[in-house]
């Protein structure tokens, strides 16, 4: 069972909190809802930024407050963790140099990343932060990106 039509309208959500937070704090290297696979229908966030570099409590800690604000006690449920990413992380590049979005959001599924294999993602943020994409611009063709296609498993296709 597909969780994209079930996790939309939590993942605009999460795609106006990471343009708020961006006005707040400044730009992302990256910022989406990852799905692990094996994981018990619960998603994690995914952030990277110059701002939280050295500083994942500080990060956590931010984004925890957001959250609670921002979100109904059954989306807060559904999140299991947030995960505070140091920009140079080599999963953070991959990500960002395969699949630059900002403003929009991109539906991702089977792939590796991390050192783990996802179910689905939603990317709102996955660019330079030192220079941002433009918003109004869009994302690049739907397509799957090439990091991602040789990661999927025998026989899984991605979708948008």
């Known amino acids: 069972m597909s969780l994209i039509l079930e996790q939309l309208p939590m993942a605009e959500k999460f ?68 995960v505070v990413r140091e920009t140079d992380d080599p999963g ?21 990343l991390f050192g783990r294999s996802f179910r689905e993602a939603y990317i709102m943020v996955s660019q330079d932060p030192r220079k941002p994409l433009d918003s109004s611009a869009g994302s690049p063709k739907s397509r799957r990106p090439r990091a991602m296609r040789k990661a999927a498993p025998r026989g899984a296709r991605g979708t948008r």
Do not use: C, H, M
């Open 15 to 82: 795609r106006r909190l990471a343009l708020t937070v961006t006005a707040e704090k400044g730009e992302f290297a990256l910022f989406g809802l990852f799905f692990r696979e094996g994981a018990p229908n619960v998603w994690d966030l995914n952030v990277s930024a110059p701002w939280t570099d050295g500083n994942e409590w500080g990060g956590l800690r931010y984004f925890a407050k957001k959250l609670r604000y921002r979100l109904t006690s059954e989306e807060l449920g559904s999140l299991s963790r947030i």
């Open 92 to 112: 953070v590049l991959a990500l960002r140099k395969a699949l630059p979005v900002r403003g929009q959001i991109e539906y991702l599924t089977n792939f590796r």
